[in-house]
């Protein structure tokens, strides 16, 4: 799986969604991706890419989108 | 001052009167603010006679008692700009604050609290050991005061476990898995204070099983009262963890759900600081005349970060005693305070009348 399928598939399996839903998706606009849900996403996104981000990253990770560039800061090739 | 500025400053370095500088003309247009997008706070500030021109210093803007939020719904945005609703489960039976935010306000919320516990912590994400069961999510859509906590300190930590099972009885295994996985490093060890000494501290103790966590910080909240009702002094719970697990660094806080974000730490004398991101002013429970270093009385709150809701000016139920001013052997700068448990329930009745129809 390359490093794109790996991100797609943590917000697929968390929040139940299939790939179209993805673009655009934003922290808060479905039940699923709440501070919970945050937390649980971000945990694994820090074992698949095996990285650790910073608290006020993990603050700034609110969209699907956003993701990529923070990913990026920690040299994950997306 | 916006309070992206304010984020970007260190949380205790300022002294009181520079504080009162930044916050007086802050407070005064966000009372102004709340006066022109709440209506609710415009009749409360009619009624107590409110005249911004007579505005001279910060104890001269006008407070909310926390019992209105518990009857009333505060809000300074229009209901499209909702983007969470906090609610606060107080004691069992009573009626629950509902705290209305906006996108900024719960972002400062959060950043505010990164700031003031990386003074106590540093800034990287610890492993969290939570003494609570995981059971307290149960019910995604309203969970308490107490699982708020636990998700708003999760924040800064990482691979979070869980002491106690769905039943709360106290998971030796996993404890242990977990001191052994993190020997040597820096841990958190986060809980409610009643439950770390109940579900923690006496439960382990009757298993007669020890851990060594001289490598954790214990952050608790939550208030003394169950404590109280067992005579167990801070001094006391503070010894029980530095004998029983060989713990020093033990950090009370005290905070609300009607402000979020800024709470008060407890520095390694024992003392509540407030830092630039919040003040109190104690209050003389019969005149509500302000109360100077030594004379208990009850906690007023001031937060810059309550913008959606008029709730930067508080008037607690709790009582409490200011310390000192920009003194404390710490080092950080501001007021520093002691708080003494809920005011009696005739006192509160009292507090609000003055606000009644």
Redesign the interface.
Known sequence: MTNREQYDKAFMDNFKLAREQLAGLKY?SIRLW???GH?TLM?EM?DKFDI?????D??EFNSYEKGFAILRKYGVDI | MDYSKWLSCEPYEWKQKEKETVYLPYFTRLTELHRRRCGLYGRALAKLGYEPLHTNCLQDIPMLPILLFKHMELKSIMDDEIFKILVSSGTSGQAVSQIFLDAATARNQQLTLFKIVKNFLGASRLPMMIIDSPSVFKDREKFTARGAAILGFSMFAKHRCYALDDTMKVDVGRIGRFAEENRGKPVLIFGFTFMIWKYFCRALQEQHVSFDFSNAYVLHGGGWKKMQDCAVSPDAYKRRLKDQFGIDRVHNYYGMAEQTGCIYMECEYGHFHASIFSDIIIRNARDFSVCPVGLPGIIQVLSPIAVSYPGHSILTEDMGTLLGIDDCPCGRKGKYFSVAGRIPAAEIRGCSDIYGE
Not at chain 1, 52 to 56: E, I
């Open positions: 808060r709440d501070s919970m937390m945990e820090e650790t981000m910073s608290t006020p993990i603050l």
